[in-house]
Every structure is written in C-alpha cells, then in structure tokens.
C-alpha cells in the first residue's frame, strides 16, 4: 500500500493524526497532514484504512499493491 495526501483538499481536521500517528502528522504553521511514512507495514495498514474512510476532505488517497 502507497498512501498520497492532496494536500489542497486537506482541511486539517486530524483525524487521520488521532487514528494513524506513527503514519500521519500536521504542519505546525497550517494543520495541513503530512506523512511520516508513504508505505506502512501490515501492521498499521488498518488504522490508514480507517484514517483515509474518515477523513472529511476525502484528501487521503490509497494505492494498493
């Protein structure tokens, strides 16, 4: 799995940070999300999952394989 962020469509609510914290931070300046990894192991691919399915801007961006 590749995660991409659109960062334009991000309107820095968090979720993602709450659910996924060791894949997802924010921006101190804007909130917007920033990744800390674009390919997460087996093991957190579950809560980026959820992350990308509550994400209220639609703004996280899943690539399988």
């Known amino acids: ?3 991409e962020i ?3 469509k991000c309107v820095a609510s968090g979720q993602c ?7 997802f931070d924010q ?9 800390l990894q674009n390919r997460p ?6 809560a980026v999952r959820e992350s990308a399915a509550v ?3 639609a703004a996280i961006r899943l ?3």
């Open 63 to 65: 690539v399988e394989g």
């Open 1 to 3: 799995m590749r995660i």
């Open 17 to 23: 940070v709450m659910i996924a914290p060791e894949v």
């Open 6 to 8: 659109d960062e334009p």
């Open 55 to 57: 994400c209220p801007a």
């Open 27 to 35: 921006r101190e300046a804007d909130g917007i999300a920033v990744l």
């Open 41 to 46: 192991g087996v093991e957190l691919q579950d």
